[in-house]
Nanobody, 115 residues
Framework: QVQLVESGGGLVQAGGSLRLSCVAS????????MGWYRQAPGKQRELVAE???????NYADSVKGRFTISRDNAKNMVYLQMDRLKPEDTGVYYC?????????WGKGTLVTVSS
């Protein structure tokens, strides 16, 4: 059974940085795309960034130039470096892994950006 565990969330002041990590267990063959979504209070979950098995990346317009997604295939991990954080970046961040024909989700890590 594939399981995802996120870490690295917390409270940070506006303008600060955080690095989220996500490790996948139960992996036997190669992972396809990996990504990060977030859900702010009272809002729908939205894509933040994604990275393909070939390391092509895609970002939400709101985070372009501030966030960087990366992956370590040997460790089955995906990272999200978040710089110049804004209060509107506050939310629960979920990592995703496309494995076979299934998208797996982590339970999320809370990021709070104070003004």
């Amino acid at each position: 059974q594939v399981q995802l565990v996120e870490s690295g969330g917390g409270l940070v002041q506006a303008g600060g940085s955080l690095r989220l990590s996500c490790v996948a267990s139960g992996i036997i063959f190669s992972i396809n795309a990996m990504g990060w979504y977030r859900q702010a209070p009272g809002k729908q979950r939205e894509l933040v960034a994604e990275i393909t098995s070939g390391s092509n990346t895609n970002y939400a317009d709101s985070v372009k130039g501030r966030f960087t997604i990366s992956r370590d295939n040997a460790k089955n991990m995906v990272y999200l470096q978040m710089d110049r954080l804004k209060p509107e970046d506050t939310g629960v961040y979920y990592c995703t892994v496309d494995y076979g024909r299934t998208r797996f989700w982590g339970k999320g890590t809370l990021v709070t950006v104070s003004s």
